[in-house]
């Protein structure tokens, strides 16, 4: 099946710095990628949708100037935590479709644990 | 609006029972239903999904699910747990080109 990378897995940061996490699709094509954040026991919460040389879209309730999201090629999306604080401590995982296959299927990135300390 | 409810928050289960996860779904155009699991601090891993045809659909891990549209349920089995089943199963639903909803998930626990 399709492979997407996530990276880093994990990250530690300062209050009041930008932590970046990089979404790649290793072996296909992704036109679209979503990225979701997910809290402690609870579901994932899609943040906003990315489009290969569009701006992204945002969820209601998500700071679009916090959460910059790039997809400047059809292989890597980037989503940059800006003045990271510790309340945006959060698991967060990226998706990515295979727009060639014509299907649904959405591969996910093994996920990102940021800590703001 | 859409919307998946999985009504069991958390289920424990003895090792080589069977298991069933409950899914409800709420779609407005025909859906196209996912099962995925994950590992603490994990990503999500594709069990299984269904897009048209036969509504019982087979996928990794011994894990079979089926869709019946009469009741919006697309309920996730296994005939005989495995402890390394033990993990987070959430169920979602999309279309085309747009974002999956997520249910809120289930926590299977299983014991020896």
């Known amino acids: 099946g399709a492979v997407v990378s996530q990276h880093p897995s994990w990250v530690i940061c300062k209050s009041g710095t930008s932590v970046k996490i990089e979404c790649r699709s290793l072996?296909?094509?992704?036109?679209?990628m979503f990225w979701y954040r997910q809290f402690p026991k609870q579901s994932l919460m899609l943040m906003a949708t990315?489009?290969?040389?569009?701006?992204?879209?945002?969820e209601q309730g998500v700071e679009k100037d916090k959460f910059l999201i790039n997809h400047a090629s059809l292989t890597l999306s980037t989503l940059t935590v800006t003045s990271a604080h510790p309340e945006d401590s959060s698991f967060y995982i990226c998706?990515?479709?295979?727009?060639?296959?014509?299907?649904?299927?959405?591969?996910f990135g093994q996920g990102t644990r940021l800590t703001v300390v | 609006a859409q919307s998946v409810t999985q009504p069991d928050i958390h289920i424990t289960v003895s090792e080589g029972a069977s298991l069933e996860l409950r899914c409800n779904y709420s779609y407005g155009a025909t859906p196209y239903l996912f099962w995925y699991v994950q590992s603490p601090g994990q990503g999500l891993q594709l069990l299984l999904k269904?897009?048209?045809?036969?509504?019982l659909v087979q996928g990794i891990k011994g894990f079979e699910a089926e869709f019946k549209r009469s009741q919006s349920s697309f309920n996730l089995r296994k005939p005989s747990v495995h402890w390394s089943d033990a993990a987070e199963y959430f169920c979602?639903?999309?279309?085309?080109?747009?974002?999956?909803?997520f249910g809120t998930g289930t926590r299977l626990t299983v014991i020896p």
């Open positions: 998706s990515a479709r295979d727009g060639g296959r014509g299907l649904a299927e959405a591969f």
């Open positions: 072996d296909f094509q992704a036109t679209t």
């Open positions: 990315s489009n290969e040389g569009s701006k992204a879209t945002y």
């Open positions: 979602a639903v999309g279309s085309g080109a747009n974002n999956l909803f």
């Open positions: 269904y897009f048209s045809g036969d509504t």
